[in-house]
């Protein structure tokens, strides 16, 4: 989207543009706190903490330590479960502050001195101060991505050094201590001990976890899908345990320009995860129409990865915990639909934190009868129940046997 300088100057950040977020604003907060390092090749700060793990030249890889150029409490610059109710402005404001220090290290290398002080940067559950030393003054560069939160100033990096004591808690001591523990289990064991998914994906990333031997850095946007499956897949055994669901629920959220709605229905596990994209919008910039997109999975589940990305596991994740709190089984279908005022990539963790936020909620609907289901939707959506329930391949199983027709009839 082309933004009319007039606007902005008329504007002055109050939302003339209809973005659910103001450009200008967000990035000049982020460069003054820059301006001091803008020539410098040092960054003294408190990390969040935060590293990046690239993908592209594996099994050689970009790795990287990030701060921002202050003292004190950071966490919130990279703690995305706590960012759902601040302004999306704050969320840039922090991600592009955070200045990124990379080099090039092979997957496998987990145990030289630069890998070993992110590992223990990681490993703290409080922000840690370091020292940062760069080859050449941190590049001003913007970067955005469907997975990651967006990412800051990056440049070579020289030295990382811990100046501070990290705060490291005794589970995430234990797991990373342990050479006998497999991945997997390590995964599990940090989350039903509390720890935030997304340092479990940090530490997972950075090479932390695993059997002696085996242990690898992971590209950051694997580690966040790998993170998501992992849960999901141990929380799916708990709710193929419990009962069926006895009636239709419908649950809704809207944030950010973004409607998210969950329809479970009273039947064995399933799920299904679409998205409606407006013209404008983050993945539909040049469309004149909407496009609808989606993948879903039966009770075996599926084989292969979703090709709608790492939205599928971050909100089935979401899911099942809500199952599992509620101690049911159901068919799940959530959908999303965004809108023009959403058109910057922010990372899943949105997708997983508002489906979090949705279930945290009453039902706006309870109900035994799919057509109450299509009347809500057609008040509600902007798509309409036609064209949900027609994309929809778990919705059309539902109703095989009957012309989908038979659900739109008026009266």
Excluded at 79 to 99: A, G, H, Q, T
Excluded at 158 to 179: A, L
């Amino acid at each position: 989207m082309r933004l009319d300088p007039n606007l902005c100057i008329l504007c002055r950040g109050r939302g003339f543009c209809g973005l659910s977020y103001c450009p200008v604003l967000s990035r000049t907060r982020a460069q003054i706190k820059l301006k001091k390092v803008e020539s410098s090749k040092v960054i003294e700060g408190s990390s969040p903490p935060a590293v990046f793990v690239g993908r592209y030249g594996y099994p050689y890889v970009r790795i990287g330590a990030s701060t921002p150029p202050l003292m004190g409490d950071t966490s919130l610059y990279d703690y995305p479960e706590k960012w759902l109710n601040l302004k999306i402005d704050d969320v840039l404001d922090f991600r592009w502050s955070l200045i990124t220090g990379f080099t090039v290290n092979q997957v496998k290398a987990v145990d030289n001195p630069l890998v070993e002080n992110m590992r223990l940067m990681v490993m703290s559950v409080k922000p840690v101060d370091v020292y940062i030393e760069v080859s050449k003054p941190p590049r001003p560069v913007i970067t955005f991505d469907e997975h990651l939160p967006p990412m800051g100033p990056r440049s070579p990096l020289e030295k990382v050094k811990i100046i501070g004591n990290p705060s490291i808690p005794k589970p995430i001591d234990t797991v990373v201590s342990d050479h006998d523990l497999e991945a997997e289990k390590a995964v599990l064991k940090l989350y039903f001990d509390g720890i935030p998914v997304s340092h479990i994906q940090k530490i997972f990333s950075i090479g932390a976890l695993g059997v002696r031997g085996q242990r690898r850095l992971v590209p950051t946007r694997w580690s966040i899908t790998a993170v998501d499956y992992i849960i999901s897949r141990n929380l799916l055994k708990n709710v193929k345990k419990y009962e069926v669901l006895g009636e239709i629920q419908v649950f809704e959220h809207r944030i950010h320009g973004n409607l998210f709605l969950a329809i479970l229905y009273p039947e064995k596990w399933s799920y299904e995860w679409m998205e409606a994209w407006w013209p404008g919008s983050t993945w539909n910039p040049l469309s004149s129409s909407v496009v609808v997109e989606g993948d879903y999975e039966d009770y075996k589940g599926r084989d292969t990865y979703p090709g709608i990305g790492g939205c599928y596991y971050a909100s089935m994740l979401a899911t099942l915990e809500y199952l599992n709190r509620v101690k049911k089984q159901a068919t799940a279908i959530l959908l999303r639909e965004i809108y023009p005022s959403f058109n910057i990539p922010i990372g899943v963790w949105f997708v997983r934190e508002s489906v979090r936020a949705m279930f945290s909620k009453p039902p706006v609907l309870k109900t035994t009868s799919l057509k109450e289901v299509r009347s809500y939707l057609d008040t509600t959506t902007k798509l309409g129940a036609l064209k949900w329930f027609s994309s929809s391949r778990l919705i059309q199983r539902i109703i095989t046997g009957r012309k989908i027709t038979d659900f739109f009839e008026k009266g």
